[in-house]
């Protein structure tokens, strides 16, 4: 019996240890299952986009500094966090060396990369998203850039110098680099295709187009100037490239964009916003643009301006959708302070009847608008720098604690309703205040807009805001608890990586 006894003791021992084995199995089963089920990919992924090693599906990237050493964290845009679900990887980062200030972010999801300018020295880094890795371009220029242009493919980066008025051109095709000599050159813009480059140089009402000569055409610098009428041609001996001005009655021309078919051009007149007169939309046919068309001295060119549209509001950015033109700038105000405007112009209208195209003026935030960008909810966001020096700060000033006197540097525009918010949403003076203070604890501003994302889908936009990372809900505009994707350091610019295609950020 004693013998049974003890019989019995252990088979309910080891039935229990069995147990407990059995337990343990299927709670690291469901770890391992939940783990799977956060981070898993389809079998085949959208456009046969490679898994990244963060395995991240939803990647904003941000561009940081702190005590002059940049960094490209990755946060995870879907569930709003900086870790992973199970906080066993606390932070996610792009690998490989960013320069000290990386201030602008040229974005490129569906190539699967992009570029990263830091303006101290003049940085150029390539950040491969498949592998989350960054290195440095190939391309280097002698002075800071302040406006760099890459197209899609990387075949050439364009830098516009204006501290040495050059407007430099790197050729990755052959390794080589050429500069134009454009004094106070300090815009640059380059089509999707690569055909067309154009040059607008500060304080003036000059626009220019870059033309590539054909091998050994001139044997000199000094003979492809008079014979085809450029300002500068390089190298001095046997020169590839030319910048020739473009025939117009341009007015502080700031800012070049395309259309989405490729045929037209806009050249955003900034007017008084720049010191001019009259800002306005100039359309420009686009072949005759192409850097293949080498112009001919002394036949004068023909203009490629087929309309000028006037925007009362002023023009330093714009985006279209392929009916409308939106257009953000500031309007001069009879007190001399400016105010921020959006523009809506009927692209149907805008060739055949300028007169007629703008079809709508809405008050927005003010400051330097640099940021124009759809999102989800039929939104359109618009983004500004020195917000704090307009008219809405000075209502603010005055006591005014109306919506109209919020001077915050980000819009969200219904395009549905035509309505206007200043975002985040706060009282001036009043008891509604930023709802996550950056550091300096400001409760009314949250300072200069420098970045921003949509992350497609998920009905929120991330942005580089006043230094630091906010996100906010595109269904009204609230802002999202920011606490889990805040980054050490100063945030100056966010890209979404995971975007369908390259316009789409």
């Known amino acids: 019996?004693?013998?049974?006894?003890?019989?019995?003791?252990?088979?309910?021992?080891?039935?229990?240890?069995?147990?407990?084995?059995?337990?343990?199995?299927?709670?690291?089963?469901?770890?391992?299952?939940?783990?799977?089920?956060?981070?898993?990919?389809?079998?085949y992924t959208f456009a046969d986009r490679p898994i990244p090693p963060s395995k991240l599906a939803q990647r904003v990237m941000?561009?940081?500094?702190?005590?002059?050493?940049?960094?490209?964290?990755?946060?995870?845009?879907?569930?709003?966090?900086?870790?992973?679900?199970?906080?066993?990887?606390?932070?996610?980062?792009?690998?490989?060396?960013?320069?000290?200030?990386p201030d602008l972010i040229l974005n490129y999801p569906a190539e699967v990369h992009g570029y990263v300018y830091s303006s101290v020295k003049g940085d150029i880094s390539v950040v491969d998203y498949s592998k989350e890795t960054a290195s440095a371009a190939p391309a280097t220029f002698a002075a800071p850039s302040t406006s760099l242009a890459i197209p899609p493919s990387g075949a050439h980066f364009y830098s516009a110098e204006q501290s040495t008025g050059i407007l430099g051109i790197y050729d990755a095709t052959d390794g080589k680099a050429y500069a134009l000599d454009?004094?106070?050159?300090?815009?640059?813009?380059?089509?999707t295709g690569d055909t067309v480059i154009l040059a607008m140089v500060a304080n003036s009402n000059n626009v220019y187009r870059v033309f590539q000569l054909n091998d050994n055409q001139y044997t000199t610098a000094a003979a492809a100037?008079?014979?085809?009428?450029?300002?500068?041609?390089?190298?001095?001996?046997?020169?590839?490239?030319?910048?020739?001005?473009?025939?117009?009655?341009?007015?502080?021309?700031?800012?070049?964009?395309?259309?989405?078919?490729?045929?037209?051009?806009?050249?955003?007149?900034?007017?008084?916003?720049?010191?001019?007169?009259?800002?306005?939309?100039?359309?420009?046919?686009?072949?005759?643009?192409?850097?293949?068309n080498i112009p001919t001295s002394p036949v004068p060119p023909t203009s490629p301006v087929i309309s000028n549209v006037p925007v009362p509001g002023g023009a330093t950015v714009g985006l279209s959708d392929g009916t409308t033109l939106y257009v953000a700038g500031q309007q001069l105000m009879p007190d001399g302070l400016f105010a921020g405007q959006l523009t809506t112009i009927n692209l149907a209208n805008a060739v055949t009847s300028p007169s007629t195209a703008v079809t709508g003026q809405y008050s927005i935030s003010d400051g330097h608008h640099s940021k124009l960008?759809?999102?989800?909810?039929?939104?359109?966001?618009?983004?500004?720098?020195?917000?704090?020096?307009?008219e809405r700060q000075k209502l603010a000033v005055a006591g005014n604690t109306t919506q109209a006197a919020n001077y915050n540097c980000l819009t969200r525009f219904d395009l549905g309703a035509k309505t206007v918010q200043i975002v985040p949403t706060i009282t001036p003076n009043g008891p509604t205040t930023v709802p996550y203070p950056n550091t300096?604890?400001?409760?009314?501003y949250y300072g200069d807009l420098t970045g921003l994302c949509w992350v497609?889908?998920?009905?929120?936009?991330?942005?580089?805001?006043?230094?630091?990372?906010?996100?906010?809900?595109?269904?009204?505009?609230?802002?999202?608890?920011?606490?889990?994707?805040?980054?050490?350091?100063?945030?100056?610019?966010?890209?979404?990586?995971?975007?369908?295609?390259?316009?789409?950020?």
């Open 440 to 444: 300096n604890q400001n409760l009314y």
């Open 225 to 292: 100037i008079q014979a085809t009428g450029a300002v500068d041609c390089e190298p001095l001996n046997s020169p590839v490239y030319c910048a020739v001005q473009v025939p117009g009655n341009f007015d502080r021309p700031t800012a070049a964009y395309f259309s989405l078919d490729g045929s037209t051009a806009y050249i955003l007149n900034c007017g008084p916003e720049c010191g001019g007169s009259t800002a306005s939309v100039s359309f420009l046919q686009v072949a005759p643009l192409y850097y293949y």
């Open 456 to 505: 497609q889908g998920f009905h929120k936009v991330y942005t580089a805001y006043g230094g630091q990372v906010h996100a906010f809900n595109t269904v009204d505009g609230s802002e999202i608890n920011n606490q889990y994707i805040t980054v050490q350091g100063t945030a100056l610019d966010v890209a979404y990586l995971d975007a369908i295609a390259d316009t789409d950020n």
């Open 182 to 191: 454009i004094p106070n050159v300090y815009r640059v813009a380059v089509n």
């Open 373 to 390: 960008l759809f999102a989800d909810d039929n939104t359109l966001w618009i983004g500004s720098q020195f917000c704090a020096t307009g």
């Open 62 to 101: 941000v561009a940081v500094t702190n005590a002059g050493i940049g960094s490209l964290p990755i946060l995870d845009g879907k569930r709003d966090i900086r870790s992973n679900v199970e906080n066993t990887i606390t932070s996610f980062q792009i690998s490989g060396g960013v320069g000290g200030y």
């Open 1 to 43: 019996m004693k013998n049974r006894s003890l019989f019995a003791k252990s088979l309910r021992a080891q039935i229990f240890s069995g147990l407990l084995i059995a337990i343990a199995a299927v709670g690291l089963s469901s770890c391992h299952s939940a783990a799977y089920y956060y981070y898993k990919f389809p079998q």
